[in-house]
């Protein structure tokens, strides 16, 4: 199927490479966008929507980019700090008392607080269940003294900011991003689908044991616990789900566009979600290392994965990715439904380095 979308002239060659990288999918489709010199350049999407191959993906398909989805609550949360209402310096208990971990919000929001993994089984229903799964993580020791190591926590990121967000503001993280953040801002991104978008979702195609045990590999031990428990996240039949998708997961599920993930950085630059200041205090590395989760080598703001002096973003499971090129002057998105590694990414990325005489990254499949 033939790329979709628009393309400004100069960046004829991103909409061919595009068209190769969905040609290529076995599975679902993907969508890309890109803003350059305070404007849209790209948005572009090809392929289909769903498992059978009866809907094509369209401007309004609603895919899920994984751990992309961490800045926005993120952001949910800075917000709140902005206006005085959340101090970054305060212990966590300050606001959830039953939190058992002594982090301070900078360390929870920073991936340094050390709730990462469950110690007590939990079902993959306790993703449904906001309180239940709050519960159980206001309940956990840390992996580590909160403070003194980093690593992701990839399931419960969204949910330790949001239960913050929920108690400092009151309204559910998911409320607080539609009316506070994408809402105002016209981005079509949200956590928890509701009956009516739920038609829009992508199909994730691709989540078989092989890429299960690939992505895996060569991972420290504590990967495996902080991501298979509750079980679900990498498992078609619950990702595909009707009851995924209307929940509110904020680490990992939410929905949108590609479109909507780019212009989410764009206005981040242009000012519109946060201060300068704050802006620049979430993008400052917080603490850089090895991640006691993933493994490799990682620089954490407040929500952001910082590359260097070049930028800010999140990968996500499966190949996805949207950040920020500082140095480049650009903000780019790509989602996928068809779950692989970030080569597509950094092919796609790189054609569009090439049109704007930018020097190419180096490939890095490390995220």
Not at 90 to 117: D, I, K, M
Not at 297 to 304: N, P
Not at 326 to 345: C, E, K, M, P, Q
Request: charged content about 20%; proline content about 7%; glycine content about 12%.
């Amino acid at each position: 199927m033939d790329a979709q979308g628009q393309v400004d002239a100069r960046f004829g060659p991103v909409r061919e490479r595009f068209a190769a990288v969905t040609g290529a999918q076995p599975g679902t489709g993907a969508a890309l966008a890109a803003w350059c010199e305070g404007r849209q350049v790209v948005n572009l999407w090809g392929g289909h929507a769903d498992r059978d191959r009866r809907r094509p993906w369209d401007a309004r398909s609603l895919a899920q980019p994984y751990s992309v989805s961490k800045p926005f609550a993120a952001v949910c949360a800075l917000r709140l700090a902005e206006a005085g209402r959340l101090d970054l310096e305060a212990p966590v208990q300050r606001y959830w008392p039953q939190f058992r971990a002594p982090a301070t919000v900078r360390h929870l929001l920073s991936h340094q607080a050390g709730v990462v993994a469950l110690d007590r089984p939990a079902p993959t229903a306790a993703f449904y269940d906001w309180d239940y799964l709050c519960g159980l993580l206001a309940a956990q020791e840390p992996s580590w003294p909160p403070g003194t190591a980093h690593g992701e926590s990839a399931l419960f990121y969204g949910h330790l900011v949001g239960e913050l967000v929920r108690r400092v503001d009151g309204r559910s993280i998911g409320r607080f991003l539609r009316e506070e953040i994408c809402g105002p801002n016209g981005l079509d991104f949200t956590f928890g689908l509701s009956p009516a978008q739920q038609p829009r979702a992508v199909d994730l195609t691709g989540l078989d044991d092989a890429f299960r045990a690939n992505n895996a590999s060569g991972r420290p031990g504590l990967y495996r616990r902080a991501i298979a428990n509750p079980p679900g996240a990498q498992d078609a039949a619950v990702v595909n789900s009707a009851a995924w998708r209307a929940a509110e997961i904020p680490a990992l599920n939410g929905h949108g566009t590609a479109g909507a993930l780019a212009g989410f950085y764009h206005a981040l630059a242009a000012g519109r979600l946060l201060s300068p200041g704050m802006l620049a205090e979430a993008v400052t590395p917080q603490r850089t290392g090895p991640d006691l989760v993933f493994g490799p080598e990682a620089s954490w703001g407040l929500g952001f994965a910082i590359d260097g002096d070049d930028g800010y973003g999140m990968a996500g499971l499966g190949g996805n990715y949207a950040g920020t090129s500082t140095a480049g002057g650009y903000t780019i998105a790509f989602v996928t439904g068809s779950v692989g590694n970030h080569d597509r990414l950094d092919a796609l990325e790189n054609t569009l380095r090439d049109c704007l005489g930018l020097p190419p990254f180096p490939s890095d499949d490390s995220t």
